[in-house]
């Protein structure tokens, strides 16, 4: 008998076959646009899951996006449908391969300022007919009518901007199975109900069972309304979006979808970026047990914040600056870090009463605290290789990608023990957890910190147990993987009626 090299080309050829068609729906991708971590993970997760399955993206055509310089052709069209325009779609294939699908109408995306709003921070008046256009074309190509030739098997939506993409399959009918994942409750997409006309929806389907919520329409209610399956970022979050204290109003409606099993925790991962030794942000790479480019990031940081430069710890906030993150909490506890010798470092933006009060904060203690109102990669990465420790007190946290990256460049998290913060730090060992939103709560484990700032070997230790903590992708591609196949095998429950 000749052994001949077939068994494995079969192999190949079966696994190529398992492979499924999958459509992400998102309104940030962080390697053209991002306004927090939903952005990095839209970039991630479909690459993390690319060797199981046929992974593709679709994101609105911003300005940002059309001007990256990448290649885009025309491929396809969606109609429009009531008051939303009909829309072109463009195909970007990506240098590593990942094909991106480009939703493009000058009118609803090529605009300056955010995904959400202008650059004064108000949300753009017609966000509901940018974003239904989002859903309404994710539904055309799972329906084969925006003429790509592609046909995803599975699509998965992300937050209230394509959570109309489940509702619109529905309403048409469709068996192609859903999946929505919720980043952030919080955001829920509420536009007023006599909007219902003019995004196309069914009159039936603004009633409290489906997306009428409180009297006007909500996007994310009509996407757990009728997704096959939810999941969100953590399980702690998983399970505190069941209880009134953080599911928004919508508890009652996510009770039910656990007891029909279609609410589910995966957690975030980081990805193959977040490497000290490697990362060409840095301005010197670094390894555990050798901390000379944490020193040299250091003296970057504090000589681009303008701190003095001293033997003391340094804290870090990389944050979007929003009562989400407890940025008020941090206020409090400044000055107490500052008395016991510790310089804090702050990059974010976000609501301008918290940027001002972050400004001023800095303005009082110049030398101890810098301030930079705005966001930068390079310097966000910087302060995270430079820092001792980085702040997150969060009244809720969906899951969290700052402590990962913190703690993946040896910055030890000091963070609330709520949602995804609660699920990825050991609470003296890779970094600092507390329970109350409270100034005593949090202060308490500041100290804690400080106490292990004075004992470098401690320090040293939970550094390294830090750096090398199991935060990456590969831990969430299984279970991706399985309710994609679930769910594309037929095991869902469609809850809520097609109209
Ligand atoms: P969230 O998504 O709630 O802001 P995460 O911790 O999940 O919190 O993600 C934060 C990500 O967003 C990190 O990559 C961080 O560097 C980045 N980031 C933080 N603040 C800003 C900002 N103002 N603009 C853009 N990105 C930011
Ligand atoms: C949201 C959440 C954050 C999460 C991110 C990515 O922005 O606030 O906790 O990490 O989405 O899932």
Known sequence: MVNTPVQPQLHVESLREQKKRILFVSSEFADLIKVGGLGDVSAALPRAMASRHDMRLLIPGYRQVLESGQQIRIVGE??????????????????????VYVLINPDLFERDGTPYGDSQGRDWPDNHIRFASLGLAAAEIASGTACIRWCPELVHANDWPAAMAPA??????MSTPTV???????????????????????????????????????????????????????????????????????????????????????????????????????VEGFCAHEWHGKQVNREYVEQTFGLEADDGPLFGVVSRLVQQKGIDLTLCVAEEIVAQGGRLVVIGRGEPDLEAAMAELGKKHPGRIGVHVGFNETDARRIFAGSDFLLMPSRFEPCGLSQMYAQRFGSLPIARRTGGLADTIEDGVTGFLFQEPTKESYQEAVQRAFSVFHRPELLSAMRCKAMNAPLCWQESVAPYDELYQQLIGGEHVITAEPL
């Open 180 to 282: 929505l994942t919720i980043h952030n409750l919080a955001y829920q997409g509420l536009c007023d109900v006599q909007s219902c006309a003019e995004l196309g929806i069914p009159p039936q389907a603004c009633s409290s069972e489906a997306m009428e919520f409180y009297g006007k329409l909500s996007f994310l209610k009509a996407g757990i309304a009728y997704a096959s399956h939810i999941t969100t970022v953590s399980h702690t979050y998983a399970q505190e979006i069941t209880t009134p204290d953080f599911g928004c109003g919508l508890d009652g409606m996510l009770r039910t979808k656990v007891a029909t099993g279609q609410l589910s925790g995966i957690i975030n991962g980081i990805d193959e970026s977040w490497e000290p030794r490697s990362d060409p942000h840095l």
């Open 168 to 173: 619109y399959m529905a309403w048409r009918k």
């Open 78 to 99: 969606v109609p429009g449908l009531a008051a939303l325009p009909p829309c072109k779609i463009g195909r970007m294939d990506l240098p590593d391969g990942l094909i």
